[in-house]
């Protein structure tokens, strides 16, 4: 088993659930705004793209587009999605 | 209650941004909407009184916010707005095809007992993206009125208005959440030592997500319950941030499963744009390419219209001083407050242009692509993506250039970039850049026979200032404005194409905003300098210039006489401006100025530069006795190439010319930018901050330079 797969390394185009997210660079606020953006676990998220210049990264994710930056991205955690699973 | 007499009911406008709200309410207020600010913060308040199916309400614009969890001043305000108003409903705007985090914030509200109108906004958009939407299961679970509207055409307004008055009189019934025992016991904890007005409930949910924020203000009462709460559940392993917002998602995302149907074209138009907008390579192409259309409307666009006001400003002064009889008042008048008026309108073409292209590029959704394209720079030196518009901006003029700090969600972040940009070098700095470099270097001075000495400096000093502005960043970043790593949390909205009475709107909010809180602390201070450049005045010798004048009248005539004339005007104007407050400030800090290869008069002249750079220029052919001159004066240029010391050393030499340019880049000679920064920070501490930072750093930094030059024998 190697860790578990970040969002941060997620290849784009690809799809999980979240599986926990951490408390990025120890800003509880920032986590709790990640929360309330539905950013939660269970919550399908799929990386769209990487900006021009390699971070931040693009989400998709309850039908609309988030944009986050790569270390904060580290902190959430994914499993497979549902569908992915046999 | 009755409907026809007492004071209007409250009704909130609210919503996530880039759902349409400001459209919503245009559409509703029309003409009625009344702008101003609240106070402290930097956010405009926009209400209107109006009549809805009979019954007097006032509508109250909340600020664009995802939830109500207090991070923001925005978002402190929408708190603020609820708690202690208790509003007779909140319309929700939510974005029609993306329903579920407008939900979220709906719910949260409606948990306070808040009657809510959901108002289903662009929902044209989302049946043709195939959206479905059951309006009647909403209502259901949400205790809520439902109205599907499209802002932009008006469509769905008059039932918005009726479905707000059925809203009024429905009764307050908070939402509950459900959540487990032990959040159970927490929430209601926290509950019992809630103030405001609401469901205690509710503010307590509130409460525990906010504590921390720096935005947070509460009674030390419930600040106790809830530290103390929140350690309890720390202690016992309980996730209390997560449990309390995936209660609430909980039961958003039931609500959206049994009445939202999404359709699969949805954001198609947004997907094939992005494509090429914030594609790797042609995505940097656009940027560059909008970026440059930005800076040249503020470098050269607003040209005209300034060149205008300045000889408007002009013929006014003529005018006056035709008209009035001689004397203390005429000068006040024509020098003070007309030329202070000047000072203040003359900003209003750029940041007119600079806000209209913002909220084009806000409004299309372009803007959050130009800080999710430049972040990666910006954060590099502690900045957001979103600082980059407003330190480009900083190139033409600061003032400009720290209104549009507002972009910028984080206060921290806002602050920093608004303390940094007045380094960069503006436009202002440039006719002083011209003269020194005229004087001081050889016009066909060339380096390796190739480039000319003067563009090689002029390319050295914006090279500093880019340096500067970034530097002081970092630093404010890791001192007075210490905080947690700034983050990037960006929406990435749909393309829409922006209406063109928004646009207006917000351009004109800010102009007014500008003329009015910023103008009147630039009127102020152009009459206090006024003054010091002119007073006291020294009789004795005006007499004795006068006595001059009726002689050469009497003993020449034709040119010879305006030529005679000029030189004793010129020539009194340097006498008082000797004579006056700022004359004698300069001559007082003479000591301190030495070291820099400054004199006195040199000294005048940056005093006179805090009414606008420029005026450097100016302020010198009065103290060098040339009488008015712009930076391409030859007699100005030669006069100050003669100019000696008291030691009988030339003034002006390459050295101290570059020191003294050294010190424009860096000081902080321009009050607009000081009185700007009053109005967008909220108080006079960070002006005065400001001031002092860059006159410290300006003065050291040409220290080193003249001093350095010196020992390095450049200094003939």
Redesign the interface.
Known sequence: MTEPLTLDRLPVGESRVVAA?GI???????????????L??GTEVRVV?R??????I?LRL????????R??AAAVSLRPTDRAEP | MSAAAGKPRTVLLAGNPNTGKTTVFNQLAGTRARTGNYPGVTVDRRTAKLDFAGHEIELVDLPGTYSLTARSPEERIAVDAIQTHAPHACVVVVDAAAPARGLYLAHQIAETGTPIVLALNMMDEARSAGTEIDEAVLAKRLNAEVVAIVASRGEGLVALQQAVVRAMERPREPLALAFDEATTRDVAEVAASVPFQGDPHAWAVWALLSFGADELELTPELDGAVAEVRARAEKEGRDLDALLVEARYAVVDEVVAQSVRSGARHRALTDRLDAVLVHPVLGLLVFALVMFVIFEALFTGADPAIGWIESSVGWAQEFVQGAMAEGPLRDLLSQGVIAGVGNVVVFVPQIALLFLLIAFLEDSGYLARVAFVIDRVMKGVGLHGKAFVPLLSGFACAIPAVMATRTIESRKDRLVTMMALPLMSCSARLPVYVLITATVFAHEARVLGLFSVGAIVLFAMYALSVVATLGAAAVLRRTVLRGPRPTLVLELPPYRMPLLGNLVRQTWTRVRSFLVDAGTIILALTIVLWALLTYPHDQPAEAAFEERRVEAQATLEGEALEEELGAIQAEAQAAALEYSAAGRVGKGIEPALEPLGMDWRIGVGVIGAFAAREVFVSTLGMVFGVGEVDEESVPLRERLRSAVKPDGTPLMTPLSGVALMVFFVLAAQCMSTLAVVKRESGSWKWPLLMLGYMTVLAYLASLLTFQVGSLLGWGT
């Open positions: 997210v990025p660079s120890g800003d509880r606020l920032v986590r709790c705004r990640l929360l309330e953006m539905g939660l676990p793209r900006a021009p210049l390699g971070d931040p693009e309850r039908g609309y587009a988030l944009s986050l930056r270390e904060e």
